[in-house]
């Protein structure tokens, strides 16, 4: 409100998960007023941000850039220069302007709001003239036990205090006890994700003991991300916080007798741990609209998303309470971001839409019910992913260059299956669920009895001796590989 009465823009700027586009939200919310969020890349060119300036500058709405630093210097610059035209026209309290040669009317009630990442890849320092056009507001870390007390009274728990707390403590002991690794978030918005998931089953089961709901909220959505040697750790931790809580075994009758069915017609086997893996990927499905499946080659993270594909299309089928899943799969290393998201001709200023942007709308656009996911099978790196940060959090809308905002289906997941998070930022990491896969989990007998399976009926009958001579083998081969 300060940097409004000053006639100027507002910069909010601290790390990932600590409420700067949601700050502007509700102060627009507050004020009644339009606030159109836009998640800015470096291929913004002056004139895509002159025409976000006309509009704002004639409805007197406001805009929130998201990751502004992002945009390259040199069009930096010239948007300095656009922003103060406007402010300019505000102070002298004119009511039309000439802005780019254009005579356009004024709403003195329009704005600018800006956030910032500092420090992270691709990121920018923004020149003098432009930052002497906002004011700097520095964002604190939010008291994640309120906002959780909050939000377990409004989904309907009596006892929110103690179990808010009981979930910063989880997050709070899990970041000091368990291993270091580039796909762990313990922000806001995962302590979000454990409250949706929460709220959820409290809908379902709304007489069941709170702590249980709690706790299985809690190990529901954190426990798919752990590596093995972290999962002790973290069940001690939870015990010690739900002393004596015991949980039920999550029931998915329907889900586990078309998953098998499924398992079995694409020729693969149901092992424990691989089915585990395809219900964490089906319960992150439900609280995150954007999630990860993480791992080395060889942990059947393809196989897994394949036949929960399946089994939804089973379960559709079989009329009970799912439907079909239409997917479109793209390497978003095989294209450069201009084929990827789309770009103008460099003569003719003409917008042509990328491979990834056509694939979002179409799903955006389907008014069916059945579940639409689109799969970014790839590296995951700064250059590319941060340009689904407003898809990716609450906003759920991908911002083109051209200016243009596609609004995510409510029924639409995008499912990103990288090998590492090695070069993603935090604010990538926070904003996405995270499965972990280990080829360890997996071992190599699945691979072999589903081999035996393709074998042709000359030698079936030959398959036990085949077993037998692998089980015999492979063993000390690969203990010796190991050494």
Request: glycine share 6%; proline share 6%.
């Amino acid at each position: 409100m300060g940097a409004l009465m000053l006639h100027l823009g507002g910069s909010p700027e601290g790390p990932a998960g600590t409420g700067k586009t949601e700050t502007t939200k509700d102060l627009a919310k507050a004020l009644a007023k339009q606030c159109v969020v836009f998640n800015c890349s470096d291929g913004l060119d002056y004139l895509a941000m002159g025409k976000f300036f006309k509009g704002l500058a004639a409805s007197g709405a406001w805009a929130c850039f998201d990751e502004f630093n992002r945009i390259d210097i040199e069009v930096l610059s010239v948007i300095a220069e656009q922003i103060s035209t406007i402010q300019m026209a505000v102070v002298a309290n004119r009511k039309e302007f000439v802005f780019e040669g254009t005579l356009i009317k004024l709403c003195k009630s329009c704005a600018v709001f800006i956030t910032m990442n500092p420090g992270y890849a691709g990121r920018t320092e923004l020149p003098d003239n432009l930052k002497a056009l906002f004011r700097p507001c520095a964002m604190m870390v939010p008291d994640y036990a309120m906002i959780g007390e909050i939000s377990l009274y409004s989904f309907g728990f009596e006892i929110a205090r103690s179990n808010a707390e009981k979930i910063v403590t989880t997050y709070k002991l899990c970041s000091e006890q368990l291993s270091s690794q580039t796909h762990y978030d313990y922000e806001m918005r995962a302590v979000k994700t454990v409250l949706i998931a929460a709220g959820n089953l409290k809908r379902q089961f709304p007489d069941q003991n709170e702590e249980v709901l709690v706790l299985r909220s809690i190990i529901d959505v954190n426990l798919p991300k752990f590596l093995e040697p972290d999962v002790p750790l973290f069940y001690g931790i939870t015990s010690d916080l739900f002393p004596g809580v015991e949980l039920p075994k999550p029931g998915y009758p329907n889900l586990a007798s078309a998953m098998q069915d499924a398992a079995q017609s694409m020729n693969l086997q149901s092992v424990p741990r691989f089915c585990t893996k395809i219900l964490q990927i089906y319960e992150m499905m439900i609280v995150r609209h954007g999630f990860m499946i993480v791992g080395l080659p060889f942990s059947a993270k393809t196989m897994a998303y394949r036949t929960l594909e399946s089994a939804l299309a089973l379960m559709e089928q079989r009329d009970q309470g799912e439907h079909a899943v239409k997917k479109v799969v793209i390497n978003p290393k095989a294209l450069s971001l201009g084929y990827l998201y789309g770009k103008f001709d460099a003569v003719s200023h003409e917008w042509s839409d990328g491979v990834l942007a056509k694939a979002f709308r179409y799903h955006a656009c389907d008014s069916t019910d059945s579940r639409k996911w689109l799969i970014l099978d790839g590296p995951v790196d700064a250059l590319w992913i941060e340009s689904m940060n407003t898809a990716l959090d609450d906003n759920r809308k991908l911002c083109l260059v051209s200016g243009e905002i596609i609004q995510m289906n409510p029924k639409m997941n995008l499912i990103f299956e990288p090998q590492d998070l090695k070069v993603a930022s935090p604010a990538t990491v926070s904003r996405c669920g995270m499965i972990y896969m280990e080829p360890t989990g997996l071992g190599w007998l699945p691979l072999l009895d589903s081999w035996l399976h393709l074998l042709p009926s000359t030698i079936t009958p030959h398959c036990s001796l085949i077993r037998q001579t692998c089980l015999w083998l492979i063993p000390p081969l690969l203990s010796l590989i190991h050494i």
